[in-house]
Structures are given as C-alpha cells and as structure tokens.
C-alpha cells in the first residue's frame, strides 16, 4: 500500500454494512403483504435469482393479485428506504478515510448501486466530501466481471491501474481489478473460513475491518 496515492472503494459491504438489508428483503416484503412461509427455502430458491426473477417467483408461488413488474417496483423502493433512512457505515470507516485523506489519498467510490443511491446513502452518513467522485456501475454499462468501472476511475483519476488501490468485498469484483492490475485489498463482511481464504489468495492485500492499523 506504500506510495499509494489513488483509492477506489466499492459501498456495499465494504463502506456500508448493507447486506443484512439484502438478504432480509424478501422476508421484509413477503410479510408486508401478510405472507408468512419457510424463509430459509426461499432464501435458497432465489439467491441465484436477479430482483426482476425474484418477483416473477413471488407472483407465481404465492398467486399474488400483482404484475412482477409492480412487485418488482416495491421491493426496490423497500431497500432504497434502506439505503436513504439506515444503512449504517461497518466499523471505523470514517476513521481509516480520515487517515488516507491525511496522507493526503485521493479517493472515490464505484459500486453496482445506482448512482443517486450511492450518493444519498454516503451523504445522509457524513462521508460523501471525502470522495472527488462516486460512480456507478451503470455508467459504464457494465457490472465488476469487467473491469470497466475500474478503468473508468483511473481514466479520471488520470493514473495507471497499478498506482491505485482497490477496496473491495467481493470475490468476483476483487480478482476482476487484480486481473486488470490495480492493488487489490480484499475487506471482510462477515465470510466464512472458506471465503475468506479465497479472498487472500487472490488480493494482494487483506485486512478483516477498517480499525486494523494502516
């Protein structure tokens, strides 16, 4: 991380501690509409699903007197309530930002949210000025299987892959950005042995949480 001078942080699950709000999305909206069912089965039916698969799901098993496309339509406008009333920062993120900016790290965010969320979100807790731009994945049309969003960050930033950290939680994301030589830091959520081992063998750097010593 020496002589680092450029930090792209992914938001969810690595700054903002979302996922719990994610996976409990569809016990919080099948149960806003009076529905009560084994949510550990429906947990493992829709997990590999998309939110527009999730919903067409849930109109069929539950003969709901509603389109997918509506369902589909509330339960996004349930978790971005989330995001804009109380998702909160995961441990000591503001802390290890003030430290980077200290030493003076020019930093942004680029996450798969969409934009007006990211900034809502960030800005409702207090940590959207530490960033010179957020990003969206959406911008740049494609998800962290490319690298796109990645390039796109150091395109702005005006510096080569290899002189920028990356921050992220996901496997997936992580082993794209290392692939297309940035510095990957691996950031736990809450994973298991096995992924966590997974992680530090494909990032260059791993730390369990932000109130680790930089």
Do not use: Q
């Not at 980077?100 to 020019?106: G, H, S, T």
């Not at 005006?158 to 950005?177: H, M, S």
Request: aromatic share 12%; hydrophobic share 40%.
């Amino acid at each position: 991380m020496e002589n680092k001078k450029f930090a792209i942080f992914d938001m969810d699950g690595t700054l903002i501690d979302s996922m719990p709000y994610w996976k409990n999305l569809a016990k919080e909206y099948l149960e806003s509409k009076d529905i009560f069912c084994d949510m550990e089965e429906i947990a493992r039916i829709i997990k590999p699903m998309t939110m527009t698969e999730s919903a067409k799901y849930f109109v069929e098993r539950f003969k709901m007197n509603l389109d997918e496309k509506t369902v589909e339509a509330e339960m996004n406008s349930m978790i971005e309530k989330h995001y804009i009333e109380d998702i909160p920062l995961k441990p000591c993120v503001r802390e290890y930002l003030e430290k980077l900016k200290a030493k003076d790290i020019k930093m942004c965010v680029a996450s798969a949210t969409t934009k007006w969320l990211i900034d809502s979100c960030l800005k409702r807790l207090g940590i959207l000025d530490f960033f010179e731009f957020t990003i969206s994945c959406e911008e740049v049309f494609a998800g962290k299987d490319s690298p796109a969003v990645f390039l796109k960050c150091a395109e702005i930033f005006n510096e080569k892959p290899e002189n920028i950290l990356v921050f992220e939680d996901a496997l997936y994301a992580i082993k794209t950005a290392t692939d297309a030589n940035f510095y990957t830091i691996g950031v736990n959520d809450n994973f298991d042995e096995e992924r966590i081992n997974k992680i530090k063998n494909t990032a260059d750097y791993y730390i369990n949480s932000f109130c680790e010593k930089i």
